[in-house]
């Protein structure tokens, strides 16, 4: 295929949406694509349970359970933006993180490449999240737990569901 050049077609301080053309020879397609940057998440270990979130989420209009997560900022580390993100929605520091998995969300209209983390040494600063209007609770819940929350649908979030199971598995296969 022959792509086209991209145009702005909307920008805010959390994304841009770009029009791409691509032309397969016999027909053309235009893509609206949705460029929201890096997006780094952390599953933080406690014995047999993991750290959970839970923050408004406007699509299903409810809350929403997470593992803590968020973008990466221009010229930082993945790992450390994984750090500073668990440390603002949650106040724990963690540190000795190890990669998880690398995925993107989508891989037509969505460009969020997504790096998943995990880490049992953290220290509680004792501080609860920086902005309360975006996490309205942490809770600790067992793995076990997790997993039958995805499949009762009460962490919906792909991102979250990717990482709970990638976390399940690497756990299995030791």
Known sequence: PKIGRRQLVYENDFHQIVRVPVDFGGFTKEYFVREDGKHVGLVVVQDESILLVRQYRLLIDDLSWEIPGGGVDDGEELEQAA???????????????????????????LHNPSSIFYSN????????????????????????????????????????????????????KA
């Open 83 to 109: 750090v500073r993100e668990c440390l603002e929605e949650t106040g724990m520091l963690c540190r000795n993180l190890k990669p998880l998995i690398k995925y993107h969300l989508g891989l037509d209209n």
């Open 121 to 172: 040494t953290f220290e509680n600063t004792g501080k609860s999240h920086s902005n309360p209007g975006e996490v309205v609770q942490t809770h600790w819940v067992t793995l076990t737990d997790c997993i039958d929350m995805i499949f009762s649908q009460r962490i919906s979030g792909s991102f979250s569901i990717v990482a709970l199971l990638a976390y399940q598995a690497l756990k299995n």
